[in-house]
Every structure is written in structure tokens, then in C-alpha cells.
């Protein structure tokens, strides 16, 4: 199985600021189709997840361009600017390359 | 607006069987991948099943295969999860899940408890 290594695991951050999450595999996430199935989530407390960015970098629809997603192969990174309080909650990134599709473990955003 | 909702949670003892169902509306049923995606208490989100278009196709990890089995009724705009021989750790919240082109879910339900306890 794919192993989705998130970090931090806690991320404190002041409203306004800026924030990077990062999510790491242990196998190349590029399929054979030529595509990239990694998937940023937020799942804001009580609620289910909803998605952010599909594909590494697109955003779903209504996502603010406040959030963005960037990297390759192995290596990937959800940045959000300008973080504001519906921004808290934990995130997670999902691989859909390979089956068993796998989620990171998450990582928790709140205030400091 | 795209709708999902679970129903079918409970109690149930460890070795017995569960079917949860998801209602689905606001898109065309038939048109799209669906999944089942759960979450342990206070834990993180496991994949647990997904299923093709016409239910020909199924999928699921190792910690369900043989027990859990997906299937659908695109008659009814309806997912189902049927739950066999389970364990304590089936114990979680399940949230039914839509799947699109880009094979990652973009809709997800409001999620049902199931917890296996004696």
C-alpha cells in the first residue's frame, strides 16, 4: 500500500497568515494514464470532508484562491494564504493512483 | 444540488451483519463512480469500497475485502454497503462519497455511526 506521509501533524497559525502542509508518498503517485491522483481535504469540526484541490493543483469549484496545491512524483504541498477562521479544521491528502486508494493522517490547523 | 444521505447505522455485536444505504440526488446517479470512505473515532479517513458506473466493478482494501461488499440500484439513485462478520474495528463513522473523472471525491454525505460492540 501507498504510505501518505503528512506534516506537521499540529500547525498553529495566526489569522492572516500563511501556512504550508506537506504530504509525502512513498511511491510515485503518477499514473500510467499520465496523470497525478493526489487530493487535498478539509475537514472542519463536526462535518464531513469537503474538497479543496483535485489532481495536485486544481481547485474545486468555490475554493477560494486563498488555497493552492503544487508538486510531483512523491512530493507535494497545500498552501493557504491569508488563512481565515473557516479555514481551521484538519486537512488530509488522498492518493487515487494506486489501489488501496490511501489518505495522510491529517493535519490539525488551528489558531495560535 | 448534489444530496447524500446515509441511513442504516446502529449497535450491532461483533460477528454480525449491517447494510447501510445512501440516497442520493441532485445529479445523475448513473453517470458516476461511488464510494464509501469511513472514519474511526477521533481517528483519520480509511477508503473502505468503490463501485463503477453500472456496479460492474467493485473495489475495496484488504481490511474489508471478503466482508463488505458495495453495490448500488441506479433504478433508485441508491448506494449500498452491506457489512458482514464484523469487528470491533469496523466501529467508525461511514461517509458515502461520489467519485468523478478525476478519481477523487467530491461529495460526501453527512456520514452514519456504526458501532460493533457486545
Known amino acids: 500500500d501507498v504510505l501518505m506521509t503528512q506534516t506537521p501533524v499540529s500547525l498553529p497559525v495566526s489569522l492572516g497568515g500563511q501556512v504550508s502542509i506537506s504530504c509525502r508518498s512513498s511511491?510515485?503517485?503518477?499514473?500510467?494514464?499520465?496523470?497525478?491522483?493526489l487530493h487535498w481535504y478539509l475537514q472542519k469540526p463536526g462535518q464531513s470532508p469537503q474538497l479543496l484541490i483535485y489532481?495536485?493543483?486544481n481547485r474545486f469549484s468555490g475554493v477560494p484562491d486563498r488555497f493552492s496545491g503544487s508538486g510531483s512524483g512523491t512530493d507535494f504541498t497545500l498552501k493557504i494564504s491569508r488563512v481565515e477562521p473557516e479555514d481551521l479544521g484538519v486537512y488530509y491528502c488522498?492518493?487515487?493512483?494506486?489501489?488501496?486508494?490511501?489518505f495522510g493522517a491529517g493535519t490539525k490547523l488551528e489558531l495560535k | 444540488e448534489v444530496q447524500l444521505v446515509e441511513s442504516g447505522g446502529g449497535l450491532v455485536q461483533p460477528g454480525r451483519s449491517l447494510k447501510l444505504s445512501c440516497a442520493a440526488s441532485g445529479f445523475t446517479f448513473s453517470n458516476y463512480y461511488m464510494a464509501w470512505v469511513r472514519q474511526a473515532p477521533k481517528k483519520g479517513l480509511e477508503w473502505v469500497a468503490t463501485i463503477s458506473t453500472s456496479g460492474s466493478r467493485t473495489y475495496y482494501p484488504d481490511s474489508v475485502k471478503g466482508r463488505f461488499t458495495i453495490s448500488r440500484d441506479n433504478a433508485k439513485s441508491s448506494l449500498y454497503l452491506q457489512m458482514n462478520s464484523l469487528k470491533s474495528e469496523d466501529t467508525a463513522t461511514y461517509y458515502c462519497?461520489?467519485?468523478?473523472?478525476?478519481?477523487?471525491?467530491?461529495?460526501w454525505g453527512q456520514g452514519v455511526m456504526v458501532t460493533v460492540s457486545s
Open positions: 488522498l492518493q487515487s493512483t494506486h489501489f488501496p486508494y490511501t
Open positions: 511511491q510515485s503517485l503518477v499514473h500510467s494514464d499520465g496523470n497525478t491522483y
Open positions: 489532481r495536485v493543483s
Open positions: 462519497a461520489r467519485g468523478n473523472w478525476e478519481r477523487s471525491f467530491d461529495y
